[in-house]
């Protein structure tokens, strides 16, 4: 698979009529001498000499961007609210793996929330991995001001196996249910790893103790692209039929509308309008609601 010509195909999106606007507008962002980046809860940029037309014009650009899904993130005086306060999920996660000195990746890494919370590590490289051109746009619109050496690709899961080098442990969040053929999903994350490498994973479950997965119909929690949901044990079989040596359950959390929600930031829909509202404990499509588990393992 020839890599640098997928990247070339793909850099095409940004020549689409809502991408070339997009572009433009973190291409014309004002430049700011600087800038502090602070990692938290909010990935928030700071600097003590701005203009109010720069602070005006940034402001501006963030909304020309939405849909914001995950962060949350401080622009200067700019609050970008997103949908997620990905804060959550990170913080679950955040005491189960050291990224000190590793080769990390992220797939489906969004608008690159994470890669910047995984700064606080002082990993050895970064690479987020999202097809999609909003993402991509919205992290170069925040590492603009950042300045990172965090690289971002628009390539997916299915191209991992022949990146240009393995990584020591890869993020896998929010990711497995989008793909019709999840074992050769972790196949695919097994043969990018380094000796001893790790996953960290997240994926909807439902309960049971039967290895079985619920196959919504059309769309899941008004999502279309859901094909599989399983119990625990159904996630462990694909990951032992993947060859990973071991699988440590880390925690399990139901999505609530304190963590998704919908805000300005997105101009649609978010959880409360996915769920029956009669009611929560089950998705207007009459499945059970969102939950997750997060899961490492081990190659």
């Known amino acids: 698979m020839n890599l640098d010509s997928i990247r070339y195909e793909r850099s095409k999106c940004f020549e689409w009529k809502d991408n070339k606007v997009r572009k433009s507008i973190v291409d014309n962002l004002p430049h700011i001498e600087n800038c502090q980046l602070e990692l938290g809860d909010k990935v928030t940029l700071t600097c003590k000499d701005i203009s109010d037309e720069n602070k005006q014009k ?46 990390v990746g992220d797939i489906g890494c969004s608008n690159g929330y994470y890669l910047f919370r995984m700064l606080e590590d002082k990993p050895k490289k970064i690479v987020g991995f999202d097809p999609s051109a909003l ?40 990711v497995l249910y989008h793909r019709p053929n999840p074992v050769n999903t972790l196949k695919e994350l097994w043969n990018s790893l380094n000796k001893n490498g790790e996953v960290i994973l997240d994926t909807f479950m439902i309960d049971g103790d039967e290895p079985y997965a619920l196959c919504p119909a059309k769309t899941y929690s008004k999502i279309p692209n859901i094909y599989f949901v399983p119990t625990i044990k159904a996630l462990q079989n694909w990951s032992e039929k993947a060859k990973f040596s071991s699988f440590e359950v880390l925690e399990i959390k139901k999505t609530d509308t304190d963590e998704q929600r919908r805000t300005d930031w997105i101009l649609g829909e978010s959880l409360g309008d996915f769920l029956d509202p009669n009611n929560p404990e089950v998705t207007v499509e009459g499945y059970p609601a969102p939950k997750r588990v997060y899961v490492k393992l081990k190659k």
């Open 58 to 103: 940034i402001h501006e650009s963030a909304l020309g961007l939405r849909p914001w899904r995950k962060g949350p993130f401080q622009v200067f005086d700019t609050f970008i609210n997103t949908e997620w306060k990905s804060f959550i999920k990170y913080n679950l996660i955040r005491p189960y793996f050291d990224l000190t000195d590793k080769i």
């Open 135 to 174: 993402c991509k746009l919205q992290f170069d619109f925040i590492n603009h001001f950042a300045k990172t050496d965090i690289k971002f690709e628009l390539l997916g899961v299915e191209h991992l196996p022949f990146y240009e080098h393995k990584f020591d442990i890869l993020f896998c969040l929010g």
